[in-house]
């Protein structure tokens, strides 16, 4: 079902369960609210408590009729997942929309210097508790109620950066993850993924401080960094039915940036 408003049309998504990990601030929030604004039942996770509680609230300001829980915790924790599905079930009566949107980054420079503890954390926060919290949705019932599972990638998994190499080859796993999720899921779950350039977040801060911004921007054909509102926009499209044969599929959210074949 659709719902118009002038001349944009939206998915509407009541009576839809969804959870949205890394949600305490920017992409993860920014996408938790436009579920919400779109009719959805949210259930946020972030590792600190007091910050989720402070995103639910601000959730709960910009969308009054939003149902948001905040459940705190480590996605890769696998009591925090079965927490987490747990409580879209009981909130939505099943679990229908999963965005795995936490990520983090602590190396960077080449690989052939990289502390393999440091990049075994890497995979195990981008990649293994991604697909920690696909089999705790399918245990759930995903696949039986009909779900969508979209999962936060980058486009440092497409395309080499040669800075945050670690960052990106975790991404490009989550990109494959994706693919295979897909093909095994299907017809009942679909499974795609978002790949952003660099959006105005406090995890890209360093990036666009002072004048790194404006030298940023003249690589990108839409003349301006991404807002997370752009890779909320995108991620609700495809947990959405008008996206509903495409499964398996990276939509970059990059201001056009790929198409310059530079990085």
């Not at 404006?214 to 039915?241: K, S, T």
């Amino acid at each position: 079902m659709t719902e118009t408003t002038g001349q944009q049309t939206t998915s509407d998504l009541s009576g839809r369960s969804a959870i949205v990990t890394g949600a305490s601030r920017g992409i993860g929030e920014a996408i938790a609210t436009e579920l919400a604004r779109r009719g959805a039942a949210v259930v946020i996770t972030g590792r600190k408590a007091e910050p989720l509680e402070e995103a639910a609230g601000r959730i709960r300001a910009a969308v009054p009729e939003a149902a948001v829980t905040a459940i705190p915790g480590n996605t890769g924790d696998a009591d925090h997942r079965k927490a987490a599905v747990a409580a879209a079930v009981a909130q939505g009566g099943g679990i229908h929309i999963l965005v795995n949107n936490t990520g983090i980054n602590p190396l960077a420079g080449p690989l052939i210097d990289a502390d393999l503890e440091a990049y075994r954390k890497i995979f195990d926060t981008n990649v293994v508790a991604a697909l920690g919290f696909v089999q705790e949705a399918h245990a759930a019932g995903m696949g039986e109620t009909g779900g969508s599972v979209v999962n936060i990638s980058s486009v440092a998994g497409i395309r080499s950066t040669g800075v945050i190499a670690a960052y990106g080859t975790s991404k490009a796993a989550l990109i494959r993850l994706t693919e295979e999720l897909a093909w095994e899921l299907g017809p009942g779950i679909r499974v795609n993924a978002v790949a952003p350039a660099i959006v105005r977040t406090r995890f890209a801060s360093g990036l666009i401080a002072g004048d790194n911004e404006e030298r940023a921007v003249q690589g990108y054909p839409l003349g301006r960094i991404g807002e997370v509102e752009d890779v909320a926009r995108a991620v609700a499209f495809l947990v959405g039915d008008e996206s509903a044969w495409i499964t398996g599929d990276t939509l970059r959210v990059d201001g056009g940036l790929l198409s310059t074949g530079s990085l």
